[in-house]
């Protein structure tokens, strides 16, 4: 299982991420054996990068300042092979968060791009109704759409919803599961995200163990669920990712 090859790997995922979900990343990760570091000034991401076995890029909070260090950071990546995800958090929403992930795809070439369906419409230029960060309303064929912009971006392409797709462009898979609540407190995708970095620093086929951990989210939030309070969802979360990455769940 993938989730427990990360706690057995340990890698470095550098997470230049969102200021709303950068704690509960790091304990994210944490949970499931791996080290996450958040770097995002200019002058250093290039050396952090160089260190880090995987990275994440996450526009949540973006700003001209972290535009650029992303910019720096991507490209060094590429330069050393390590594995690059983005996650285009509201990429719909302004112009400005358009214009940051066009010249971040067109500049930097990720490992894989990770969104909900209304990000995978703004990128794929179908018309879809934003609400903010949220996945928001439309209709589309969600494989179809993601193998396509999984080709166009030579990438693979995880699509997050009730029920997820992965796609490398030539196969994909559907991954069904899960629970409502996962979109009731923040964070749940940043941190999919993140622990998709990860994955990506494993051996064997990254479309598979993508497969594979999305399958183990989906299980997480199911188990997660069982406390009925929404204020110790997350903290359950958290719970349930450390036991399956230790094998202590089926």
């Known amino acids: 299982m993938p989730i427990k090859q990360i706690r057995k790997k340990k890698p470095l995922v550098h997470c230049?991420?969102?200021y709303v979900v950068a704690n509960f990343t790091a304990n994210g990760l944490l949970a499931i054996g791996a080290s996450p570091v958040m770097a995002d000034e200019v002058t250093e991401v290039e050396e952090m990068v160089a260190i880090a076995n995987a990275l994440l890029i996450n526009i949540g909070t973006i700003n001209i300042r972290t535009k650029e260090a992303m910019l720096l950071a991507g490209k060094k990546a590429n330069k050393l092979g390590t594995p690059?995800?983005?996650d285009p958090v509201g990429v719909g929403a302004t112009k400005f968060r358009q214009q940051v992930v066009n010249e971040l795809l067109e500049s930097v070439r990720f490992d894989l791009l990770r969104c909900n369906v209304g990000e995978l419409a703004t990128i794929a230029g179908v018309s879809w109704e934003i609400k903010?960060?949220?996945s928001g309303e439309g209709e589309m064929d969600i494989a179809t759409?993601?193998?396509h912009v999984a080709k166009k971006w030579n990438c693979i392409v995880v699509v997050t919803g009730a029920s997820d797709y992965v796609t490398d462009g030539d196969n994909g898979f559907w991954v069904t599961g899960g629970h409502?609540?996962?979109t009731e407190v923040t964070g749940t995708g940043c941190l999919l995200?993140?622990?998709c970095a990860a994955v990506l620093t494993l051996e064997g086929e990254p479309l598979l163990n993508l497969r594979d951990v999305?399958?183990?989210?989906?299980?997480v939030s199911e188990q997660a669920v069982?406390?009925?309070?929404?204020g110790s969802f997350q903290i359950e979360v958290l719970n349930s990712l450390h036991q399956f990455s230790r094998g202590e769940n089926n």
Do not use: C, E, F
């Not at 069982?226 to 929404?230: A, D, Q, T, V």
């Open 180 to 182: 409502i609540q996962m």
């Open 226 to 230: 069982l406390s009925p309070l929404l």
């Open 145 to 147: 759409v993601a193998t």
């Open 16 to 18: 230049m991420t969102n």
């Open 84 to 86: 690059v995800v983005l």
């Open 132 to 134: 903010g960060v949220d």
């Open 214 to 219: 999305l399958q183990v989210y989906k299980k």
């Open 193 to 195: 995200s993140a622990i």
